[in-house]
């Protein structure tokens, strides 16, 4: 009986601790202290991100839900802050609003950011980010500002961006972004201002060219 007991209590144990929120904000600290370790802060604006704390709650720029401790904001905008993103961020699964706005970091967007579903504002601009953007961004249903503006992004916009029905502000200007602009969705009512100084050829024309119609994209065979 004793066996069987001790068996089930190892068995069930992960799984209860997984579901603490203690747990909980102690992966997110971990994901936190990753990007921290990727980042160089010349002003010292994350010196109180202590990975030996419980949680991330207590420190400058994250904001956390009263109600279960889980980290819903990160603001590190107009930082200072240069290095990279990795896919560690894309554990914050209850973040809603990311500002990460104006600083130096550059690199590629991490496609894991298309994980956080809860995701209510994504501001990247004034940064140094290439590359795609990422496709994974479709699964971002609650996502309402996405501002990639002002970074060195280059291909097409993706079309699966088309399906973000509650997307209110989209912004890609002053990149080097190619092919055409989606015509479908929210998309049929952004302003053009949020696509200038790319190489965009204007609105899709649909059955007439390619929507990615003036992309040099080199394939590796």
Same mark, same amino acid.
């Given at each position: 009986?004793?066996?069987?007991?001790?068996?089930?209590?190892?068995?069930?144990?992960?799984?209860?601790?997984?579901?603490?929120?203690?747990?909980?904000?102690?992966?997110?600290?971990?994901?936190?202290?990753?990007?921290?370790?990727?980042?160089?802060?010349?002003?010292?604006?994350?010196?109180?991100?202590?990975?030996?704390? $419980?949680?991330?709650?207590?420190?400058?720029?994250?904001?956390?839900?009263?109600?279960?401790?889980?980290?819903?904001?990160?603001?590190?905008?107009?930082?200072?802050?240069?290095?990279?993103?990795?896919?560690?961020?894309?554990?914050?699964?209850?973040?809603?609003?990311?500002?990460?706005?104006?600083?130096?970091?550059?690199?590629?967007?991490?496609?894991?950011?298309?994980?956080?579903?809860?995701?209510?504002?994504?501001?990247?601009?004034?940064?140094?980010?290439?590359?795609?953007?990422?496709?994974?961004?479709?699964?971002?249903?609650?996502?309402?500002?996405?501002?990639?503006?002002?970074?060195?992004?280059?291909?097409?916009?993706?079309?699966?961006?088309?399906?973000?029905?509650?997307?209110?502000?989209?912004?890609?200007?002053?990149?080097?972004?190619?092919?055409?602009?989606? $015509?479908?969705?929210?998309?049929?009512?952004?302003?053009?201002?949020?696509?200038?100084?790319?190489?965009?050829?204007?609105?899709?024309?649909?059955?007439?060219?390619?929507?990615?119609?003036?992309?040099?994209?080199?394939?590796?065979?």
């Amino acid at each position: 009986m004793a066996f069987h007991f001790s068996f089930l209590f190892f068995s069930i144990f992960p799984i209860i601790l997984s579901l603490s929120p203690a747990f909980s904000t102690n992966s997110e600290g971990n994901a936190l202290h990753a990007l921290r370790s990727k980042l160089s802060d010349p002003k010292n604006v994350l010196q109180s991100w202590d990975p030996t704390l $419980v949680n991330p709650c207590t420190w400058f720029h994250v904001t956390c839900d009263p109600d279960n401790n889980h980290v819903i904001r990160l603001d590190l905008g107009n930082s200072n802050i240069s290095g990279t993103l990795g896919p560690e961020l894309g554990e914050l699964k209850n973040l809603q609003y990311l500002e990460l706005y104006s600083n130096n970091i550059e690199g590629k967007i991490p496609k894991e950011l298309g994980n956080l579903e809860n995701l209510i504002s994504m501001d990247l601009y004034g940064n140094r980010f290439e590359g795609n953007i990422p496709k994974s961004f479709a699964k971002l249903k609650s996502l309402r500002f996405l501002r990639l503006n002002d970074n060195k992004l280059t291909g097409s916009i993706p079309r699966e961006l088309t399906t973000l029905s509650n997307l209110k502000v989209f912004d890609v200007s002053n990149n080097d972004l190619c092919g055409t602009i989606p $015509v479908d969705g929210p998309f049929g009512s952004f302003p053009m201002e949020g696509f200038v100084h790319n190489r965009l050829n204007g609105p899709e024309l649909k059955g007439l060219v390619p929507y990615d119609f003036g992309c040099t994209e080199v394939k590796i065979v």
